[in-house]
Each structure stands twice: as C-alpha cells, then as structure tokens.
C-alpha cells in the first residue's frame, strides 16, 4: 500500500519545466488565490496582529475613560493560558472526544465490516439509512435530539417515567458528555463508514480469497487483513473527528436553549465567541483563536506522523 | 519570464486585496451639512434607530405619522447578550445608528468602549420626567449619557392558587418567610419547588445583593470598588445554597422547556425578579393558569423595609459617531418622556415605563389575563416603582456575568460552597478591572 | 460508486443473522430521530409536550401554515438564503476549485509549490479562527451584514481545492492535452472542453462535500448577520429555537422547519451519492 499523506507534488521532469503554456495557469489559479489570500491570509495574519494587542485605559482618565488599542505583546496569550474559562472548555472538549472519536470511529468501522460481509444482508436499506444523518446539519441534529432528550418530549424518558424509574437526566451531567457525543456519533457514523467502506472495496478478492481457502472464518479475516489494509482511511477518518472535536460548537450552542448543564463557556470556541463578542474583548479572542489553531494543527501533524509510522511496518 | 509573471501575478493579487481594505475604511459620511435637527430645505431628518421589543415597528411609525421633521428608520437589532458589543462594532465600523436601545447594565461598558454621547446638556427639558433612582441608571459623576426607557424595579410574581392549595394565604414579606412557604409547598407536593435560581441570574443575585445596601460596582473619585464578595452577599449566598440543598428551590435554567411544562404543571410557583415578570409568565402559560397568578413585593432581607432595586430595564443613547443629535433628541424625547411615546411602547412592547407620566399611565390599564382578579395590580406595581434603590453597574459587567455562571456553575455541581463562587467572582472580575488599567480602590 | 469487481463470494453465501441485525439496528438508529421530526411536525403546539413521542398528532396542515406566515414569510427568506449560500456557493466553490487544482496539477511554473503548500495549510486552519477576523474584513468593507459577507469567505475551499488537484492529476491525460495543444487549441479550451468534462465526476464530490459544509457553517453567518432576513436556514432554525424559551409556540415551528429542510437536503444527498466518488477522498490520503 502506498504511504499515507504522501502530498508532496511529484517531481517534475526536466523535459516538462521548460514547457511554456503562457498565463493560463496563472488566471486559472488566480481566483482561489485572489480569494484565498483575502478570506484566509489577510484575517489569519490581522489575527495574530490583533492579538498582540488588548484594550487599556490611562490610570488618570477617570472610572469611565475610553478605553484604547495598546500593545501588550503576549499578554494575552499568557491571560488565555491562564483564563479558567478556557481551561475548563478544554477538558470538556477533552472529554468529550475520549467519549465521541473511538465510538464514532468503531461504528463506522463495524458497520463497514458487516456491509463488506459475506452473508450480511440489508445492505441495500442500510447504508443509504446510516448515511442520511450526514444530510442533517448539526444545529437541526441538536435540535432533533435535544428534545429525544428532553424529559417532556423523549420517549425514552416516558417509558422509564411509565416503569417508575423517573426520567433519564440526557441533559445533565455526567450524561451531557454523552449525549453530545452521541449527536457527533449520530451524525458522523455514516460518512466515515462510506470512506472505510471504500476502502475496504478496493481490497484485491485474491487476497481475502486466499484466507478463507485456509480456513480463516470472516471475523479473523477482518480483524487480520481487512482493518490493517484500509488504515489509511481510518487514519483519515481519525483526522476529521479530531478537528471536529477540537472545534465542537453548533451541538453545545444549541442545546444550551434546552439545558442547563451547558455553560456559556463550555466549549473553546465558545468562550472565544464569549470574547469576541459578549465582553468586547476581541484581541484576546484572536489569542485564543491562534492558540486554538496551533493545537488543531499540531494535533492533526501528531496523527499524520502516527498514521505515517503505523503503514510504514 | 516566470519569475516576472510570477510576481507579477503575486504583486497584483496582494495589490487588490490591501487596496480593497484600505480604500474602504471609510469615514462616517457626513450626510447632514446642517448636522442638527434643522430640516435644510424642508426634507425631515431621517435618523436610524436600533431597538428590539417586540411591537417597536409599530411605535415607530405611530411616531413617523405624527412628525414632519423627523423620521426614523427601525432596525431590530435583536436584544440579548451580544447587542452591546453588536453597537461597539457598528460604531467602530462608522455604521452605527443614530440612536440605540440599550440595557442599563451594558451601558458603562458602552461607555468605555467610546460608543455613547454625552447628552447632559440636552436633557434639561425633561429632568423631571424622571425619578432620581431612574436617572441614576444612566448619570455617571454628573454625566449624562441615556435616557432612561423602561425599568424593572425588583417584584415577585407567584402562582397564588397553588400556593393557596398549599395553606399558603400570604405571599411571603421576607425571605425567611418565603423559605417558610417553600418547605410548605415541597411537603404539599415534593415535585413542586418554590422557583429557581440558576447561575446565570446576575441580574437577580445583584438585586437581591442590593437589598443590604451591598453595591457590587461603585465609585467615588476616579476609582472603582468591586464588592461583589462581600459579606453581605456571601450572607445571601449561603442563605440560597441552603435552599437549594434542602431541595426547596431548583438550580436549572429559566425559560427553558423542561421550566416552561413545570411551571404549567403547578411545579413552578413563583419567580422572584421585577415587573417584566408578569409578561414573561404570561407568555410561555398556557390557559389553564390564566387568573392563577399574582403580582407582590419582593421579598426584603430585613422585614418591614419596602425598598427595592433594579433587575433589567434599558435606556436609549445618542451614539457618539452620530450627527443628528438634536433630531435624535427629539426623538428619544418623545419615546420616553412623553405620554403619548410611552403610550406606545406600553402597549405595544408591554414595558414598564421609566417616565412617571408613563407611570401614571399604567394604572388606567386593565389587570393583565394571568393575574385576573387582582384588580390593584397596576396600582401596585406602581407603589413598587417608587420606592427604589439604585442598582450600580461596572463596566465590566457582560465579563462578570460569565465568571459567575462559571464559577456558580462548578459550585452547584461540585457542591461547593455558593458563597466562595461570589468571592472568587469578585476577585476575577477586581482583576479584570485593573487590568484594563482602571484605579480600583479595594 | 467505483468498485473493483471480483469475487465476493462462491456460490450461496451463508446467511449472517447476527451481522445483518446490528445493521438493522445501526440503520434504525440512524432513521429514529429523522422519523421523529416528522411526527412532531404534525403535532400541534400544545399537543407537544403532552402527547407521547411517537403519537402523530393533528396540526401538521396548521404548523405549516404557521411557519410560513412567522414574520410575514421570513422563512422563504431563510430557505433562500442557504440555496443562496449553499447553492451558488459550492457551484463557484467547486468552479473556483477545479480551476485552481488544475492549474496546480496540470502545469509547472514557478509559484506551484508555494502556492500548493498554502492550500494545504489552509485546510489545518479551524473556522473559528478566520470567522472573526473575516467579520472585521467586512465591516471594513462595509459589507458586514451582507448576503456578500457569508457568500465570499465560503467560495475559498482549500479542501476543495486539494480533491480537485487529485482528480485533475488521475483523470485528466496529458497526452490528450498536448494533441489538442498541437491542434491549436488555446489553453482555457482545453481546460473547458477536455478538463472538465473529465473532472466531472470528482466535481460532484467536491460539489456535494461543499455544499454540505456550506449549509452546515452555523458560525460564520451567525457572526456575519444580525438581520434575520437574512439568515440561512440553520440559522433561522435556531433563533426559532432560542426565542421558544419565552414563546413555546415557536418550538414546533423550528421542528416543523427542521422537517422541511431535512427533506431536499437528504433527497440532494441521496442523488448525488450515487455519482460521487468516494475513493477520491480517501485517494487523496493515499496520495
């Protein structure tokens, strides 16, 4: 198999680079690059600038000085990292992945097992049904199930309610964790089992052939040769839950209208919209933005690297 | 040739985009050569206004119909938590309106933030509309920076039936009283709670603070002190966490829906805030609860007091990038000075005017659905209205609001005590204050 | 879907019926809560908290009704807004896309490498951290506010652009680009009648995978917007959501709305599944 992320553009030969095709290739790359470096370079680099930066008043102007820009270096970053609010949004963030990724990633993969199973039947009905939630975009999914969750509204509550158990408290804690993290398993579980499932198409049948002719039953055919074949894809599927999980907001925001176990800070993004537009506090908003991008990237560069050594065996 | 192309291509993509951003930062335009409310030619002037109760349109154009020289454009800005830092921007951007609505609470952050005019010379005409107490909301070291709109003075409103189901004939005077009637209602109906107090209730906890004369933000000189931690409100703090504790209240969000089915369901029994309450109730009753409710004072820490503060409530500024202030004025006059602007908003928002003419208008109207059958309602409401203390903000107060749901929030989970969560909130937002560079005398 | 054809199985395969029924469940799980909104659709408001889960009720025709006249129709504008966003948005998205993957795949010049890398940092770069500062970028250009302000900032797909690089390198022969060349063609005729057409197929990927993620961006029009006729669908939903705290009313028309956009949404999805390719994106990991 070949190596994963292997995304450096090949090597051009000497014969091709001299080959002139006049502008074209400029004014065909000129729009994404046109808006790319105002949608994308231009905000990233005020970013960073803005937080550089941080409200102040002179001590002398009275308790209801103006306030003005003033460069304060990395005082702002030092105040995120020091900021409880971000804290504490980490480690639901934190605990929340520990609970969504290996459940999201497990299902997708089981289900893409058992649809590339011999003998498993209902692939025509449930591959298009597992994958329908992927239509669904994540604040009407939070919508969906925050009222299954609801006690007035969920039928799981009513049939405990109608055994005497009381109603199942979906919307606290300790339980908020996983019913956010169910949404995020709901809505992904499709998309992720059709990119594995892919994977596992492409497999040669030779080869799958070969083992059962050696008595291998199917479980040991998946555990042995299929999963360790469509690593790539679970390496890719991995990186797409770690960035929606660093970056979880719509399912927290929209259930904050339901419940109260979700804070105004509960997540990172959401203390950074806290910042950036309750408390008027945009510069350290753009400290956290940066911080949070870093760690986004240095997250997605840990898994690359692991996925890189992992097919390199 | 490529590496011309190339920077050439390079050079131009970077020259649009600096070009698009530099060449747009625009000045606010001076659209008005005559500035002030002077018609120039005998065109009216047309100044821009955000607001967001409901039924403003209407007000608006009740107030359209009947001025020449001056018209207003509406734009529902959408209220909440996000509108003062919504106006910030817009001034910053030079889009601001001319005029805006905003909540007594976020005005010194507005203040600061450079986005409100000083209009202490343009109010002289109607310094007696008001009472001192609402003045106070809007005045900062004899600076004049709002109109004062709608207020909430404190109140409580209560399910009377039920509490009556529950051997409860009084509504309670003091909040010992009312911890009283809470334990007679749970051992009425264990499913049932007295009302509920969740973290995010800044607005009550400073209101009830206030009662003991505690002022969480106050200044004298040019230093502010921050007392949000103190004994005083540790004192009320304890006194609701042993409360919640006992199970006699519930901590959960207001106006949620799981709030909204127990309040129909009788297990919701009253709400301790100001006088927008009844409004609110009504909103999310259904039916069956009609008549059931009643309007009564706040309940006071020490019994025979009957002053009360402020929960909510909001002012309409002049904006300090606008040009027209004196059709603004004209504007801002007749919404909240007079009978016929109060009127409007009265009926057609459902506020509860500032302006003691708006006051006195109130008592001509009849006693809302939900509280039929207590025919003084609005007479009593009235009589609340008088009797105020004023409620001081900081300029920090939006920041404040999120450490103490924080840091409530862990408290209530963790079971920990209510009292240190106000201290530590106290201390957070001390240091947010000193770090934005203000003097803070404790 | 591309599949490489061979044998799955020898003659009668046994029947899994462990297998089959966690499939079973896994689909049922997946179906419940999109049922479920539907049912409440038809549940009138009072009928919503009162009736079980399950129970249809009797209000479907009215909660329409009241859906469509809320705000004098305001929700047309929604679901004209995200075809707005969402539609023309991932059309110029995946246009802007294939040119750019193209050019980058196709030719050799001297920006390619500079230009290829920062795409590819620019997938790693989370929304949020653009959102606010594309807000401040627009207030500056005094579109803050604008149908324009959500519409740009999402044309700019650095994932996109990436897929189409990887289609345009596998689908689009050289060969055939240099005996049009040597016909005389110029190079954007080639690109229109010989690079396109051949790109279709992963275009529909990059086309669905767009408009997915357009329709799904809550944030950016949630800072860029405060005038609620503007708003996308998602959205609107959710201001629906958050004001039924004090008008519980309003519940059942953000579930009636939810039911309704869920419909073409999943009808789009379905039909271009069947065209999109989805080794691609897994292709594009592989390298």
């Known amino acids: ?313 | 040739m490529y590496k011309r192309r190339a920077a050439g291509a390079l050079a131009l993509g970077l020259a649009t985009a600096i070009t698009v951003v530099g060449c747009s930062s625009s000045d606010s335009p001076n659209s008005n050569p005559s500035g002030d409310g002077n018609t120039a030619n005998g065109e009216p002037v047309t100044i821009t206004f955000w607001s967001w109760p409901e039924g403003t349109d209407k007000t608006v154009e009740e107030f359209n119909a009947t001025h020449d020289d001056v018209q207003v454009k509406y734009t529902n800005a959408g209220g909440g938590d996000e509108s003062a830092a919504k106006l910030l921007t817009a001034v910053r951007s030079g889009e601001a309106p001319d005029v805006s609505l905003v909540e007594y609470t976020t005005l010194p952050s507005l203040i600061v933030g450079g986005a409100v005019m000083d209009i202490t010379d343009k109010v002289g005409d109607i310094q007696d509309a008001f009472s001192p107490g609402a003045w106070e909301q809007t005045t900062f070291d004899g600076v004049v920076y709002g109109v004062p709109q709608d207020v909430g003075p404190a109140a409580m409103v209560y399910n009377a039936k039920a509490f009556a189901d529950a051997g409860i004939t009084e509504p309670p005077a003091t909040w010992d009283d009312f911890r009283k009637d809470a334990e007679l209602i749970k051992a009425h109906d264990p499913k049932a709670v007295i009302g509920a107090y969740p973290p995010s209730e800044l607005g009550f906890f400073a209101s009830a603070a206030a009662l003991t004369g505690s002022k969480w933000w106050s200044y004298e000189g040019d230093a502010w002190s921050v007392n949000i931690g103190d004994q005083a409100t540790q004192d009320m703090a304890t006194f609701f966490q042993g409360m919640a504790d006992d199970g006699l209240i519930s901590t959960d969000s207001l106006l949620t829906a799981d709030y909204n089915a127990k309040l129909n369901a009788n297990q919701m029994l009253s709400w301790t805030s100001a006088l927008w309450a009844t409004g609110v109730v009504q909103g999310v009753a259904d039916d069956s609860q009609m008549g059931n409710w009643r309007l009564a004072r706040f309940p006071q820490w020490e019994a025979g007091k009957t002053a009360v503060g402020y929960q909510g409530g909001s002012a309409a500024i002049v904006t300090a990038s606008s040009e027209k202030v004196d059709a603004a004025m004209e504007f801002i006059t007749w919404l909240n000075a007079t009978a016929e602007g109060n009127q409007a908003f009265l009926t057609n928002s459902g506020a509860y005017p500032a302006a003691t003419v708006g006051q006195e208008l109130t008592t001509s109207l009849p006693t809302p659905p939900i509280a039929e059958g207590q025919d003084d309602y609005y007479k009593l409401a009235a009589d609340i209205a008088s009797d105020t203390i004023g409620v001081s903000w900081g300029p920090n107060v939006a920041y404040a609001k999120t450490v103490l749901e924080e840091e409530l929030g862990k408290a209530i989970q963790n079971h920990t005590s209510w009292a240190d969560a106000f201290v530590a909130t106290g201390e957070a937002v001390k240091k947010d204050l000193k770090d934005q560079g203000y003097n803070v005398a404790n | 879907m591309t599949t490489t054809s061979y044998p799955r199985s020898r003659g009668r395969a046994p029947f899994r019926p462990g297998g089959t029924l966690i499939l079973i469940a896994g689909a049922i799980y997946c179906l419940v809560p999109v049922a479920w909104v539907f049912i409440a659709a038809s549940k009138a408001p009072n009928e919503l908290f009162s009736t079980f889960t399950f129970a249809p009720g009797s209000g479907l025709i009215s909660n329409i009704k009241d859906l469509f006249a809320y705000q004098d129709g305001q929700y047309w504008y929604w679901v004209g807004n995200s075809a707005l966003y969402s539609g023309v948005g991932a059309v110029l998205s995946t246009l802007v896309s294939a040119m750019a993957g193209y050019s980058l795949a196709k030719y050799t010049y001297r920006l390619r490498g500079v230009l290829f890398y920062s795409f590819l940092v620019g997938i790693l770069i989370p929304g949020i951290t653009l959102a606010v500062p594309q807000y401040l970028l627009m207030s500056k250009l005094g579109l803050a506010g604008s149908q324009l302000s959500v519409l740009l900032p999402v044309i700019i797909s650095p994932f996109g652009i990436y897929l189409s690089y990887v289609f345009a390198r596998s689908a689009v022969p050289s060969e055939t680009m240099e005996a049009a060349r040597l016909d005389g063609a110029s190079e954007f005729k080639i690109f229109r009648s010989i690079g396109m057409p051949l790109m279709v197929p992963g275009l529909i990927t990059v086309f669905l995978l767009t408009f997915v993620g357009i329709w799904n961006n809550f944030l950016l029009p949630f800072i860029m917007l405060s005038d609620q006729d503007k708003y996308p669908l998602t959205l609107g939903l959710y201001t629906l959501l958050a004001k039924g705290s004090g008008e519980p009313a309003l519940y059942s028309l953000a579930i009636t709305g939810a039911a309704l956009s869920v419909i073409p949404l999943v009808a789009l999805v379905m039909v271009l599944q069947r065209y999109w390719r989805v080794d691609l994106v897994s292709g594009a990991v592989k390298g």
């Open chain 1, 1 to 313: 198999m070949t190596t994963v992320a292997q995304t450096a553009p090949p090597k051009t030969r000497r014969r091709r680079s001299v080959q002139n095709h006049g502008s074209a290739p400029y004014w065909l790359i000129a729009p994404a690059f046109i808006l790319f470096l105002a949608f994308m370079v231009i905000p990233i680099i005020y970013t960073v600038w803005l937080s550089m930066f941080a409200y102040r008043v002179d001590s002398g102007g009275g308790i209801l000085a103006k306030r003005v820009l003033s460069f304060v270096g990395f005082g702002n970053y030092k105040a995120v990292m020091s900021d409880s609010a971000y804290a504490t949004g980490l480690l639901h963030v934190l605990l929340y992945g520990i609970v969504a990724v290996p459940i999201l990633l497990g299902l997708a993969l089981i289900f893409a097992l058992l649809l590339d199973t011999v003998g498993v039947r209902s692939g025509g009905f449930s591959r298009p049904a597992i994958f329908i939630p992927y239509a669904i975009p994540g604040v009407v999914a939070a919508l969906l199930w925050g009222f299954l969750y609801l006690p007035s509204t969920s039928p799981i509550s009513s049939i405990t309610e109608a055994l005497g158990w009381g109603t199942v408290p979906f919307l606290n804690l300790p339980w908020i964790y996983g019913s956010l993290a169910n949404i995020a398993v709901w809505g992904g579980v499709g998309f992720n089992m059709i990119i594995i499932y892919t994977a596992l198409r492409s497999i040669p049948g030779e080869v799958l052939e070969s083992a059962r002719l050696d008595g291998a039953s199917e479980v040991q055919v998946a555990l042995r040769i299929k999963i360790p074949m469509v690593i790539p894809a679970i390496v890719l599927t991995s990186f797409f839950a770690l960035i929606g999980t660093l970056q979880l907001y719509n399912e927290p925001q929209t259930l904050r209208t339901m419940s109260s176990a979700i804070s105004p800070t509960w997540v990172p993004l959401m203390t950074i919209y806290r910042d950036a537009f309750m408390t008027d506090n945009l510069p350290r908003a753009a400290a956290a933005s940066v911080l949070l991008a870093l760690i986004t990237v240095i997250a997605s560069v840990i898994v690359m690297a692991i996925a890189r050594r992992r097919s390199a065996k």
